[in-house]
């Protein structure tokens, strides 16, 4: 799957920086059957430095992605900033198995980077996501209220809530001397 607008034809440019940008929204994702997100806005500037042996790559992202609260299901708008760095060099075939580095075979005269921004953008949304509302005590959910109502009860006496086999167990971590 190549998304042909993320196509950059290098072999047409002079020497020096170039600027590209792409709007990114939900339609990206889903030509990678990629499903985490219920919107996104996301700007995505890449900086190509073409000299005459290799190019550098540099990437930025900057947006938002909505996501649903890992804790309430509520859906809320995540911002993620995001960048990566890439050298491309030459040589007899491709390969991208090096995190930094992508070798393009001699005679190539352009590459694709939809896959570059798709992992930059992804990596930078947090692997807890929760709704800033659950943080700040704002938001009035039901799965919030359900969750307190569910919460252990706090008792007075730390030594009848505990089991005694754990007891047990921690009078040997004790006893080392």
């Not at 709007?23 to 985490?36: A, N």
């Not at 709704?131 to 109502?149: F, N, R």
Request: hydrophobic fraction near 35%; proline fraction near 5%.
């Amino acid at each position: 799957m190549k998304l042909k607008e993320f196509d950059i034809p290098f072999s047409g440019l002079k020497l020096g920086k170039h600027l590209f940008e792409y709007q990114i929204d939900e339609s990206f994702f889903d030509s990678f059957d990629y499903d985490e997100f219920n919107a996104a806005s996301v700007q995505v500037d890449v900086i190509l430095e073409k000299t005459s042996t290799v190019m550098e790559l540099g990437m930025s992202a900057r947006g938002t992605v909505n996501v649903a609260c890992d804790i309430t299901n509520e859906p809320y708008d995540q911002p993620v900033k995001g960048s990566l760095k890439l050298v491309i060099k030459f040589g007899e075939e491709f390969s991208d198995e090096d995190d930094e580095i992508l070798v393009l075979p001699h005679g190539e005269h352009q590459f694709n980077i939809a896959q570059y921004v798709y992992e930059m953008i992804v990596l930078s949304v947090p692997s807890k996501r929760v709704h800033p509302g659950v943080l700040d005590g704002s938001l009035d959910s039901e799965m919030l209220k359900k969750l307190q109502e569910l919460q252990p009860k706090e008792t007075g006496n730390k030594t009848e809530s505990t089991d005694p086999r754990w007891d047990a167990l921690r009078n040997l971590l004790t006893d080392k001397k």
